[in-house]
C-alpha cells in the first residue's frame, strides 16, 4: 500500500502531521495523526459543553496519549486504546460506537445478555448526536498536544474551559519522560529519548479560565493577509501591549517570505478621548533619542526649529523611539523619488539635503522642540521622570475644533438617541 504524510497547522493551535494509509489491494484504509511540536511543558484538559448540533461538528485533535470521556453516560476512551485522529465531536462518537459494534455479532452468539446491554449502550451513543439533551465532553491529554476547536477564536467560548495542570509521575513514565533533579535548557523540545525534569503532581493551573483580555495580553494573534508591496500571502501577527502610565494599545506587524517586506503599525486599544492633546519635549540631550513614543495614525509632527511638519495620516500608527520616529521621517524623505530621485529639481533636492542634516543634528548636537498634535488624544511620549513631572515635557490638553472633530468623524456620530430617530424615519 501507499502511506501519504502531511505537515499541516490547525489555526490557533499547532503543527501537526496527517498521516494516510490505503491499500489497493483489499481498498483498507487508515488515517492518524502524530503532533509535530515537542511534548507540552503541561498537561491540558478541555471541557465543552455540548447544547446544539453545532458543537458536534467542533474540530477535535486526539492523540494516542489523550483519553475522552462523557460523564453523563459513564463512557471513557482510555489513553493509548487508539491512534491519534483529527476528525470533531461527532466523529469521536460514531468510532466508538463502530468499535462496540465490531464484536457484536460473536457476542451475540456466546452471550446475549452483554450484547443486549452493548446495544443499550449504542442506542444512548447515537442518541448523543441528535443532541437532544445537553452533555459534557472531556478530552484530557497529559502531553499537551490535544486541542478543540473554538469557533469564536481569538474570543473566548464560554462552553469550552481549558485547564493546565501539573503531570503526575505516573504520567511521565506514561509519555516515557523520566523526572531528573537537573532542569532542562529553556526552549528544549521534550522527546521520549530525553531526561527532562517536569512538575509533579500538585495544584491544578489555571483551572477558572483566565478574563478574554488577559488571553489577549498573553497571546500573540497571527492572521493570514497579503502583502502591500507584491502580494504575496503572508502573516499578520498582532499583540495588545500596555504602556505604563497610558493606555493599551494594539501592535500589528506583517513579515512577507517572498520579497522580505516588512511593516509594523499600532492601533489605539481605547476610544477617542473627549479631549486633543498636544505634548511638547524641548531635546536638550542625547538620551532624550531613547524615549519611547506612540504616534497614532491621528497624529501630526512638527519641528519649529526646522520650520518641518508633519501631517496627519503621514507614516500611520507608530510605537518607537524618539530617534526611531526621527530615522521614519528622514526615510519618508529619502526615498521618495520625487523629492530625490531623477525626478527631483535641483533647487529642491539641496533643500531637502540641507534639511536631511539639520534633522541629524537635532538627533546627537543641536537643541531643538518636538511637538506632537493629537486631536483624538491617543499619542504617548514617554516621561523619564515618571511618576513625578519631567522638566523638558508639557502636555497640554484641549477642546477640539468643528475641522477637527468633522476630520474624525464626530460631528455625525451619535451615541445617544438615535434608536427612537431610526423608528420615525421608518
Same mark, same amino acid.
Given at each position: 500500500g501507499v502511506t501519504r504524510l502531511l505537515l499541516t497547522r490547525i489555526p490557533f493551535f499547532k503543527e501537526i502531521i496527517v498521516s494516510s494509509f490505503c491499500c489497493d489491494s483489499c481498498s483498507w484504509s487508515n488515517t492518524e495523526i502524530q503532533s509535530a511540536g515537542r511534548i507540552q511543558e503541561q498537561g491540558v484538559r478541555y471541557t465543552l459543553a455540548v447544547t446544539s448540533r453545532q458543537d458536534m461538528n467542533r474540530e477535535v485533535v486526539k492523540t494516542d496519549c489523550a483519553s475522552a470521556r462523557i460523564p453523563e453516560l459513564d463512557f471513557e476512551i482510555p489513553a493509548f486504546s487508539q491512534k491519534g485522529v483529527l476528525t470533531t465531536i461527532e466523529g469521536i462518537i460514531d468510532r466508538a460506537v463502530a468499535g462496540l459494534e465490531q464484536d457484536q455479532p460473536a457476542r451475540r452468539a456466546t452471550d446475549k !445478555? +452483554?450484547?443486549r446491554k452493548i446495544d443499550e449502550f449504542i442506542g444512548k451513543l447515537r442518541q448523543l448526536k441528535e443532541v437532544s439533551s445537553p452533555f459534557t465532553f472531556i478530552l484530557d491529554d497529559p502531553s499537551g498536544n490535544s486541542f478543540v476547536e473554538n469557533p469564536q477564536a481569538p474570543q473566548r467560548d464560554e462552553a469550552l474551559v481549558v485547564t493546565r495542570y501539573r503531570r503526575s509521575p505516573q504520567q511521565c513514565a506514561l509519555l516515557g519522560l523520566e523526572v /531528573?533533579? @537537573?532542569? =532542562?535548557?529553556?526552549?528544549? *523540545?521534550? /522527546?521520549? $529519548? @530525553?531526561? +527532562? /525534569? =517536569? *512538575?509533579l503532581q500538585g495544584e491544578e493551573v489555571d483551572a477558572k479560565p483566565p478574563d478574554a483580555? !488577559?488571553? =489577549?495580553?498573553? $497571546? +500573540? =494573534?497571527q492572521f493570514n493577509t497579503n502583502c502591500p508591496e507584491c502580494n504575496a500571502p503572508a502573516s499578520t501577527n498582532m499583540k495588545l501591549v500596555q504602556i505604563p502610565h497610558f493606555k493599551e494599545v494594539i501592535i500589528m506587524a506583517t513579515n512577507c517570505d517572498s520579497c522580505g517586506h516588512r511593516t509594523n503599525e499600532v492601533k489605539s486599544g481605547g476610544a477617542i478621548e473627549p479631549q486633543g492633546t498636544r505634548i511638547s519635549l524641548r531635546i536638550t540631550d542625547p538620551s532624550d533619542m531613547t524615549r519611547d513614543i506612540l504616534k497614532s495614525e491621528t497624529c501630526s509632527v512638527e519641528i519649529p526649529e526646522l520650520e518641518f511638519e508633519l501631517g496627519m495620516g503621514a507614516l500611520g500608527g507608530k510605537f518607537t523611539t524618539l530617534e526611531g520616529l526621527l530615522k521614519d521621517i528622514r526615510d519618508l524623505v529619502e526615498k521618495n523619488p520625487f523629492t530625490l530621485g531623477d525626478s527631483s529639481m535641483p533647487s529642491r533636492t539641496g533643500k531637502l @539635503? !540641507?534639511?536631511?542634516?539639520?534633522l541629524q543634528d537635532v538627533k546627537g548636537k543641536a537643541q531643538a522642540h518636538f511637538i506632537m498634535d493629537d486631536p483624538a488624544g491617543n499619542s504617548y511620549l514617554q516621561n523619564v521622570y515618571a511618576p513625578e513631572e519631567d522638566p523638558e515635557l508639557s502636555v497640554q490638553r484641549y477642546e477640539r475644533t468643528f475641522e477637527q472633530n468633522e476630520e474624525l468623524g464626530l460631528n455625525d456620530m451619535r451615541t445617544e438617541g438615535y434608536e427612537t430617530q431610526a423608528a420615525s424615519g421608518r
Open positions: !445478555e +452483554v450484547a /531528573t533533579d @537537573q532542569p =532542562l535548557a529553556p526552549g528544549t *523540545p521534550h /522527546t521520549r $529519548e @530525553q531526561r +527532562v /525534569t =517536569l *512538575p483580555a !488577559e488571553d =489577549l495580553r498573553d $497571546e +500573540v =494573534l @539635503q !540641507e534639511f536631511i542634516g539639520k
